[in-house]
């Protein structure tokens, strides 16, 4: 046999053991829903609620009984991406860059992907937008998703209201028919399905991003509940309701293609219940909801569904767990492989021990903070968490300073009723060093991440990431506030850049000067706080003049002619960090800061 032969035999025996190896590979299917918290689903109590399929995922898994994220979401959403704590990872916050994965954070789906599988990305990201801090370029495949935020913010596209609303697909804008939940399960049952016609195993994140409000839902869908509760909360636990009826037709399609055996399934939910009328809400026993620093605001379901062989019978598992353990889990469980670059410390570790039973499960520490501030304090709005305490300490405003320690002992106290500080002393100063430790060793004193303007995307500048905090919803644009804004970036690489100043974005094709009528859609009740609705008139500002300042470099102006959409300006740019300011200048010389930006290398 010729050398040729001898390597073309070789290749193929190789090529095929790759192919069974990766056909043979466990695929994993993450949900996560938005502002679902633990007391929000018929399995853990709630009267009211109906959830069946949510409930019959519980009833397969194994439950993690003491799970924790964090109170709020962008944070917990870059634990759950990197396996480290989301003050480490510079996501402090939810807005105004604040919400930026650092660069250098090794992300879930980059294990997947040198493992051989495929990735894909399905609804809420909040954890950085504009490059290179999107889905695809931080190792998914395929992403169908929302801007940097929720329903109605100016990162969203244009009057999305959750009903044949516009989504970025892989980059690019595109009109999806029919329900936004619907259409995030669709999008990924198809890349499900695909990835098995193709042989190749899958990794599938599927964050939803109800119930978060507005509460927007079908009027139809709020029927079972319109006896018993207000409509605020007959919209909330309608689109729970909408999940859990897609939930039931995912583990259908899992098991009606026979995947259900050869996949991990993960239910969980990124922070507590926002649920509308707090005061006399289902609380499953706990204090507080979302953005609590007690239990309610941060202790949510976590239902793990996997071969027998691998996590044993359905049970509750008892034993301090949190969102930081998944990546670890699952490079473990599925045997992955490290990307091509440093991996940091994690903190969290695998559940292997608690999901099959064997290996110990030694107790720990874990810090949670809800300050969604410009720059975090050490101390404030803290909870340090482990088996038996949480101590939180809260930022008294009238005093300027940090408050006295409350402790609970939590196996005794769910409902944290009694604090027992006092009586503890040296549990507290322990406590205490442990925070400080860890406070000091998170590397907040780091500078802001910024966007990457180069040749490989158009960025877009919107007032939910300006550096310096404004209004960030569509309807204050809609009725022309007066914000300021500013934002920075990286320019890559030398050469020419063209920057798009709107008072609209590029969805909206109107004059600059024109108004809008406002928001509609027969296919949808508009259901939720007043000062987000979309169903407003945009009003027509007098818009005489643009000013683009390139801070530092230099200061641009231009006239706004009758028809045009946006003033456009073609800079010369040197590499390294840039800060701009646009300025929308009124006949008299008045200025607002500019609401949209659009920047882009030219060839």
Same mark, same amino acid.
């Given at each position: 046999m010729s050398k040729f032969l001898q390597y073309a035999f070789v290749l193929f025996f190789i090529t095929a053991a790759a192919a069974v190896s990766d056909a043979g590979k466990?695929?994993?299917? +993450?949900? $996560?829903?938005?502002?679902?918290?633990?007391?929000? $689903?018929?399995c853990h109590g709630?009267?009211?609620?109906?959830?069946?399929?949510?409930?019959?995922?519980a009833a397969s898994s194994v439950r993690l009984n003491d799970f924790h994220v964090n109170p709020f979401c962008s944070p917990s959403r870059s634990a759950l991406m990197t396996g480290r704590m989301s003050d480490r990872v510079g996501v402090t916050s939810t807005n105004f860059q604040r919400n930026y994965l650092r660069r250098e954070e090794v992300v879930m789906p980059e294990y997947f992907k040198a493992s051989g599988y495929r990735t894909g990305q399905f609804g809420k990201?909040?954890?950085?937008?504009n490059y290179p801090y999107r889905p695809i370029d931080r190792g998914f495949d395929e992403w169908l998703g929302l801007g940097n935020n929720g329903l109605a913010t100016t990162a969203d596209p244009w009057d999305n209201d959750r009903m044949n609303d516009t989504y970025w697909h892989n980059g690019e804008l595109t009109k999806r028919p029919g329900f936004g939940t619907d259409v995030y399960f669709d999008?990924?049952?198809?890349?499900?399905?695909?990835?098995?016609? *193709?042989?190749?195993?899958?990794?599938?994140?599927?964050?939803?991003?109800? &119930? /978060?409000?507005?509460?927007n839902v079908r009027a139809e869908w709020m029927k079972p509940y319109e006896e018993t509760c207000q409509i605020l909360r007959a919209a909330f636990f309608a689109s729970i309701s909408r999940v859990d009826w897609n939930l039931g037709r995912l583990i259908d399609f899992l098991e009606e293609e026979g995947l259900m055996e050869n996949t991990i399934l993960v239910f969980l939910t990124d922070n507590g219940s926002d649920v509308?009328?707090?005061?006399? @809400?289902?609380?499953?026993?706990?204090?507080?909801?979302?953005?609590? +620093?007690?239990?309610?605001?941060?202790?949510?379901?976590?239902?793990?569904? @996997? &071969?027998e062989s691998l996590v044993g019978k359905p049970r509750l598992v008892d034993?301090?767990?949190?969102?930081?353990?998944? $990546?670890?889990?699952?490079?473990? #469980?599925?045997? +992955?492989?490290q &990307?091509?670059?440093?991996? #940091?410390?994690?903190?969290?570790?695998? #559940?292997?021990? =608690? #999901?099959?039973?064997?290996?110990?499960?030694?107790?720990? $520490?874990?810090?949670?903070? /809800?300050?969604?501030?410009?720059q975090p304090r050490k101390g404030a709005n803290s909870v340090v968490i482990t088996s038996e305490w949480r101590m939180i300490r809260q930022w008294n405003n009238k005093l300027g300073k940090t408050g006295e320690p409350q402790l609970y002992r939590i196996q005794e106290d769910r409902a944290q009723t009694k604090d027992v500080a006092a009586e503890n002393p040296e549990v507290v100063a322990r406590l205490k060093a442990a925070y400080s430790d860890h406070w000091d060793n998170l590397g907040l004193d780091r500078?802001?991440?910024?966007?990457?303007?180069?040749?490989?995307?158009? =960025?877009?500048?919107?007032? *939910?990431i300006s550096r310096d905090p404004c209004s960030i919803t569509q309807q204050s644009v809609r009725k022309g506030a007066s914000l300021k804004t500013l934002w920075i970036l990286d320019v890559e690489t030398a050469g020419r850049y063209r920057f798009e100043v709107r008072r609209w974005p590029r969805e909206v094709t109107v004059p600059m000067n024109a108004g809008l009528p406002p928001a509609s859609d027969p296919d949808i009740e508009y259901v939720g706080h007043a000062s987000w609705r979309i169903d407003v008139p945009g009003v027509a500002l007098d818009i005489a003049e643009v000013e683009l300042d390139l801070m530092g470099k230099q200061k641009l102006t231009k006239k706004v002619a009758a028809d045009a959409e946006s003033v456009v300006f073609d800079v010369e740019l040197e590499a390294g960090p840039l800060d701009i300011k646009a300025s929308l200048i009124d006949s008299k010389g008045e200025r607002r800061g500019a609401y949209f930006v659009y920047a882009e290398k030219l060839p």
């Open positions: 466990l695929n994993v299917v +993450l949900v $996560m829903t938005d502002d679902q918290g633990y007391p929000d $689903m018929g709630n009267p009211v609620i109906q959830t069946p399929n949510m409930d019959r995922l990201w909040h954890i950085g937008a999008a990924a049952i198809d890349f499900i399905k695909k990835c098995k016609e *193709d042989d190749v195993p899958s990794f599938t994140y599927l964050a939803t991003n109800v &119930p /978060h409000w507005d509460w509308p009328y707090k005061q006399n @809400a289902y609380t499953a026993g706990m204090r507080g909801f979302k953005g609590s +620093l007690f239990e309610g605001g941060h202790r949510t379901a976590c239902f793990i569904h @996997a &071969p034993g301090l767990t949190a969102h930081v353990d998944l $990546m670890p889990t699952f490079i473990d #469980l599925c045997e +992955l492989k &990307p091509d670059r440093e991996q #940091l410390p994690f903190d969290g570790r695998s #559940l292997r021990p =608690l #999901l099959t039973g064997n290996g110990e499960w030694s107790d720990r $520490m874990l810090v949670l903070h /809800h300050q969604n501030s410009w500078p802001l991440e910024r966007p990457v303007l180069c040749d490989k995307a158009t =960025l877009r500048f919107s007032t *939910d």
